[in-house]
């Protein structure tokens, strides 16, 4: 039972699952993003060349920074990212570890990722990273309301807290999904702004402050660092797709394959969202959010109500 | 790293920083992500070019300064070779004339599409710029079938161009030019159209016309601040007395204009190369130049694509100039940088500064090293014994040296 559960949070679905397939992500995030601007991109093992090389790299710490801070922040980051990924269904509609209100969980493990790069700016001591990391929280601000009420507005109509639980209600009334399509949409542009990719790439914007937080990383801490960003993709977009896409055959391996093709084409119209849009300035990232996403949102959270106490 | 004053920042930009195509330092302070000050340095890329002329024939020189720029190379070969043909009275075939138009136009179009990539870059659009990287690869292909270079093409000699313009190469680069004019097309489309671009461009980086005028800025800087100068028109040479140019103006005066000028400067650029193909005369590519040239002093003035291209040449009747000065674009529109930048935010550093496509090593005349706060100029004697007496402390001494 013990073994049975190790096995679960660690290797599948667990940690080493959501590892690899953070790694053919990457792949194909750069793939695609090359294709789309007529270039050949990396090879398929491009993204585990990157990481190998980065973690046989020496370690060096800046001489003003606190280095046991510097060293735990990059662990700290992927351990979250770890533990939310057990409450996100793959396989079936219920996943490793399921209660009702584990949608706050996963959320608020969301939440220490952005924190964990601040710190980890804020303790480089350098310009650039001091910078990325006060757009961090500033961008934190832009999009933690319109993504939280995009991913509870749903959780609404099914009446649970439990993604799982929501997962199942609406794989069992498909139809009640449709109401959810405008934060669905509202959902995706909150998400990626989440995951700082263009046009939301303020907090890194490699031609301002050259690459934000992360300048003063390397080696093997970079290596974790990048890896917990990937493991976050994955994360982020398993959780978006459990939500907005709970559709569920009922044999494990159909829909596991489905879950390969829901994330997917999640993660096509992100890429496509970072090839055809040039990088907000971080005051148009507030207003965009604040302005358009928000009250998207809220509206849906409103109808959301009203159509419970229709159901 | 930084000095934190009273909620002031001074962060460096360069001279090693991912936006800079060549070094220079930028000292950007900054309240938040307001800008309050700038301060320019310059004096990474000095190559004594100038000073080499002086000690080489004219015919050396002519590959000196081809190599004054990578990417503007022909408008300094040009301003040159008009510049001794001045001197030397020769009169250059008309068909050579119009090659050198050709490749001008060419030069011109790849020279902007670069600048719609790296600018693109700078704000994050990475797509626009592989995109017209892709196109400027095709220009360069036929740059290098036509000269034998991707840049520095060796097109130019005294009295005329090396290489004539054959059927096969006139239908290769209407071929390109003409899938090029759908591309730009599209671009333009999406300059007008792309909200995201658009709140990158619009309104940052402001030289208004007065500024424009008092800063002396040249080329799509003063063009997108509604100054219709143009030397192709002004002060027409070679071909461009007989080729029609069309100037592009636009009032926004700012990276926004800037961006549309060159655009439409592409679209005019390709209307020049098509005419400039089917009207060019037949007959010889180049006249016989002498060796020595007459003594006398000429200005030339030519349109690079960054902007006005000034040559200096002044003869002693020798077979090497006595003085050679260049001017490139880059030198009168430093003066504005900093103007743009205060008040800007820090996201908009990067774009204002490559909006007036800046070329550090074309403009570099001295170096600047910095050592300390104390600031001297020193001479060439001084200088020279400075480097005597630090090689002394090295324990080499100089004079004992056989050479």
Request: glycine letters at 6%; hydrophobic letters at 45%; a neutral charge.
């Amino acid at each position: 039972m013990i073994l049975k559960m190790l096995i679960k949070v660690f290797i599948f679905p667990g940690f080493l699952f959501m590892s690899i397939y953070s790694f053919l992500m990457e792949y194909l995030d750069r793939k695609i993003y090359a294709r789309m601007q007529s270039r050949t991109g990396p090879p398929w093992y491009q993204p585990i060349a990157d990481f190998f090389k980065l973690i046989g790299k020496s370690e060096i710490i800046p001489k003003d920074a606190n280095p046991t801070m510097f060293r735990l922040l990059p662990l700290i980051a992927l351990a979250s990212v770890a533990a939310a990924f057990a409450y996100i269904p793959i396989y079936s509609a219920t996943a490793t570890f399921s209660f009702d209100g584990d949608i706050v969980v996963v959320l608020y493990f969301l939440t220490i990722i952005p924190l964990t790069s601040f710190l980890a700016g804020w303790y480089s001591r350098n310009a650039y990273a001091t910078i990325g990391a006060t757009r961090i929280l500033t961008q934190m601000f832009a999009y933690e309301v319109p993504l939280f009420m995009c991913m509870l507005a749903p959780a609404l109509i099914a009446d649970t807290w439990s993604i799982s639980q929501i997962s199942a209600y609406y794989a069992v009334h498909p139809l009640h999904a449709l109401i959810n399509i405008p934060v669905c949409l509202t959902g995706i542009i909150a998400i990626q702004c989440k995951l700082e990719r263009a046009p939301f790439d303020t907090p890194e914007a490699e031609t301002e402050i050259v690459s934000g937080v992360l300048v003063e990383y390397g080696g093997n801490l970079l290596a974790i660092f990048k890896m917990a960003t990937n493991c976050e993709l994955v994360l982020v977009i398993s959780f978006f797709s459990a939500i907005f896409l709970p559709f569920f055959t009922g044999i494990a391996w159909v829909d596991f394959i489905l879950y390969f093709v829901k994330t997917l084409l999640v993660l096509f119209i992100l890429v496509l969202m970072r090839a055809t849009m040039a990088r907000l300035e971080i005051n148009n990232t507030i207003r965009f959010c604040w302005r358009y996403l928000s009250p998207i949102a809220f509206a849906q959270l409103i109808i959301n109500i009203l159509v419970r106490s229709v159901l | 790293m930084s000095n934190i004053d009273k909620n002031k920042v001074t962060i460096p930009i360069g001279p090693q920083h991912p936006s800079l195509d060549e070094p220079a330092a930028f000292s950007i302070t900054l309240e938040g992500e307001k800008v309050v000050n700038a301060v320019i340095g310059v004096g990474y890329n000095h190559r004594g070019l100038e000073k080499a002329c002086e000690s080489r024939t004219y015919i050396q020189d002519l590959y000196i300064v081809e190599r004054v720029c990578g990417i503007c190379s022909h408008a300094h070969s040009t301003a040159f070779c008009i510049s001794i043909e001045e001197l030397a009275g020769i009169k250059v075939p008309m068909r050579a004339e119009y090659i050198r138009v050709i490749v001008a136009e060419l030069e011109r179009l790849h020279s902007h599409l670069l600048w719609l990539g790296t600018a693109c870059h700078e704000i994050g659009y990475d797509t626009m710029f592989m995109y017209t990287w892709r196109d400027r690869e095709k220009i360069l292909d036929l740059l290098a079938s036509y000269g034998g270079n991707r840049i520095n093409y060796g097109v130019n000699k005294f009295g005329g161009v090396k290489r004539d313009f054959d059927e096969t190469t006139s239908s290769d680069v209407i071929k390109t030019i003409n899938k090029l004019d759908d591309n730009i097309k599209h671009y333009l489309e999406i300059a007008l159209t792309e909200t995201t671009l658009i709140s990158r461009l619009m309104g940052i980086g402001v030289l208004s016309r007065k500024d424009a005028l008092k800063f002396g800025a040249v080329g799509p800087v003063a063009k997108a601040a509604g100054i219709d100068y143009d030397i192709r028109v002004a002060e027409p040479y070679g071909a461009y007395k007989e080729i029609p140019v069309k100037l592009i103006t636009d009032n926004h005066a700012d990276v926004y204009g800037r961006t549309v000028v060159r655009i439409f400067e592409m679209q005019e650029s390709i209307k020049i190369i098509k005419y400039a193909i089917k009207n060019m005369p037949a007959g010889e590519i180049s006249a016989r130049v002498p060796r020595r040239i007459p003594a006398g002093e000429v200005l030339t003035r030519v349109e690079a694509p960054r902007g006005e291209n000034i040559h200096f040449v002044r003869s002693n009747g020798t077979d090497k100039p006595d003085r050679v000065r260049v001017k490139a674009p880059t030198e009168s529109n430093w003066h504005g940088v900093q103007h743009m930048l205060k008040g800007g935010k820090l996201a908009d550093v990067p774009i204002t500064i490559a909006a007036i496509d800046p070329c550090y090593s074309c403009t570099d005349r001295a170096i600047v090293v910095n050592t300390g706060n104390d600031t001297k100029i020193m001479d060439w004697k001084q200088l020279r014994q400075y480097s005597i007496d630090w090689y002394k402390k090295e324990g080499i001494d100089i004079a004992a040296l056989k050479l």
